[in-house]
């Protein structure tokens, strides 16, 4: 278990996880939450899911974190995929959860080598599947 700056620890199936997205492509997502101190992994969407369940599996009332892997095709035709990092705070979730995200998201994105964009998002028209693709191409 690696421990994060903000004495936060990230249990060792997070990194296993995240791995298993991006090596062998085997999830959609995963999403995250803190636990008794711990970033563990709260769900994890096969690669059949869509973006709209990925968006669906985020609670509209805490906190979360989340990786999505966007797969999408080129203007020149070439199969691509980007993976993106998820700060999911809602604006009606208590102030002490986001703190504790906001405190220890960056140290938790570092230990998922990998990602390749991050969106911040307290409502989810913040995540649209539009700005995703924006923010890929």
Known sequence: MANAASGMAVEDECKLKFQELKAKRSHRFIVFKIEQQQIVVDKVGDSTQSYDDFQASLPADECRYAVYDFDFVTD???????IFFIAWSPENSRVR???VYASSKDR????????QFELQATDPSEMSLDIVKERAF
Request: proline residues 0%; hydrophobic residues 30%.
């Open 76 to 82: 020149e035709n070439c199969q691509k995929s980007k």
């Open 97 to 99: 959860m986001k703190m």
């Open 108 to 115: 938790f994105k570092r230990e998922l080598d990998g990602i």
